[in-house]
Every structure is written in C-alpha cells, then in structure tokens.
C-alpha cells in the first residue's frame, strides 16, 4: 500500500495519479457524444449535461443507477463514493484499483453509467452570469 501524499498548499485534495488521468481520458474518448470537462479540477465525463464518471483524487468515480450500482458494490475493491468523510455522493461508486487496468470491465461499466445519464433529463447549460443573476435574486 503506498502512502498518499498531502494535498498541494492551497488545495483540499491531491490532484489525479497522470496514469489514472490517461486511463480516464483513453476510456471516455472512446465513448460517443460524451463532453469532457473538469469539475473541482478534475477530469469528468458528461452526457446530456449530466455527469456520469470522473476522478477524484485516486479515485475513479461512477454513477450507475440503483440496481446496477448495487452490483458494482459487490465487486471486490468497489465502493461508494465520499468525496469527504460522512458525505457520499448519491449514485456515485468508486472503481476498483484492478478495474482501471482492464479496458473491457472498465469500458463496459462506463458503457453503462452513460447510457444512465442519457435516460436522465438534460441539464440546461449555466450561463457565465447565471451565478451573479442568482445571487442577485436573493
């Protein structure tokens, strides 16, 4: 087991391992009409506006819906995903350490968490000054 490194000053948590950074970007790019974006600095995939994997620190994150995610759960080394203690995201699995070396499983659960996200409804897209017209609003 390696010893994690503390975050960078000024940052909350670790950047990416550049190995899960390409193992990540490799999969995604192999998926159709998925839009790549960074979310908290980290790489993450989208469908329809809606988020369906990405990483966090040296973790890859996906959402499955709840008959599926239960599967998932079952495999050895998966988890669901707390991005802190004592808060899990909803949907959200981390992926097994062995998973992300082995295209085929990887691909197939990534296969799986979009065709979720495209059954979700799309999110509108924020506008820049969406934030200021909000806060504005208050």
């Not at 966090?56 to 759960?73: C, G």
Request: proline residues 12%; contains cysteine.
């Amino acid at each position: 087991m390696s010893i994690q490194a503390p975050p960078e000053p000024g940052r909350k948590w670790r950047p990416a391992p550049e190995e899960l950074v390409r193992a990540f970007a490799a999969t995604v790019q192999s998926l159709p009409g998925v839009e790549s974006r960074r979310m908290f600095g980290y790489p993450c995939a989208f469908a329809n506006g809606q988020m369906f994997a990405g990483l966090h620190q040296e973790n890859m994150i996906i959402r499955l819906p709840d008959e599926e995610r239960a599967r998932f759960l079952e495999l050895e080394g998966a988890s669901a995903f707390e991005p802190m203690p004592g808060r899990p995201m909803r949907e959200y699995v981390v992926a097994p350490p062995a998973m992300i070396t082995d295209e085929g499983p990887l691909r197939s659960w990534m296969e799986k968490a979009l065709a979720y996200a495209r059954s979700l409804p799309p999110k509108p897209s924020k506008s820049k000054g969406s934030r200021k017209s909000k806060a504005g609003a208050r």
